[in-house]
């Protein structure tokens, strides 16, 4: 029932920049926290930054300076702006909510979107 599309990746030269997009959709009450999580080649899923519905952030330790995650809760959406991207940011990122629907409050996943950092 609910769905979330992410949008933005491809392929950048090291140094580059890229926004990632995700939009939530559905019967949704209320989106509590958002986020964006990454898994590159041979290696599990991890956290990349998060965004509470209160506006507090959270980013892991080799994307903070770089990265920054916003919300629009008016519009069920969630960015994130990545700069000086380096090849080891390569990865499929996942969109990641937790969302409030009507009866129940289910933890969502996007279908991820390639990020390839290559010169």
């Known amino acids: 029932q609910v769905h979330l599309v992410e949008s933005g990746g491809g392929l950048v030269q090291p140094g580059g920049s890229l926004r990632l997009s995700c939009a939530a959709s559905g019967r949704i009450f209320s989106i509590d926290r958002m986020g964006w999580y990454r898994q590159g080649p041979g290696k599990q899923r991890d956290l990349v930054a998060v965004v509470t519905s209160g506006g507090s952030t959270n980013y892991a330790d080799s994307v903070k300076g770089r990265f920054t995650i916003s919300r629009d809760n008016a519009k069920g959406t969630v960015a994130l702006q990545m700069n000086s991207l380096k090849p080891e940011d390569t990865a499929v990122y996942y969109c990641?909510?937790?969302?409030?629907?009507?009866?129940?409050?289910?933890?969502?996943w996007g279908q991820g979107t390639q990020v390839t950092v290559s010169s």
């Open positions: 990641n909510a937790e969302i409030r629907m009507t009866t129940r409050t289910v933890d969502s």
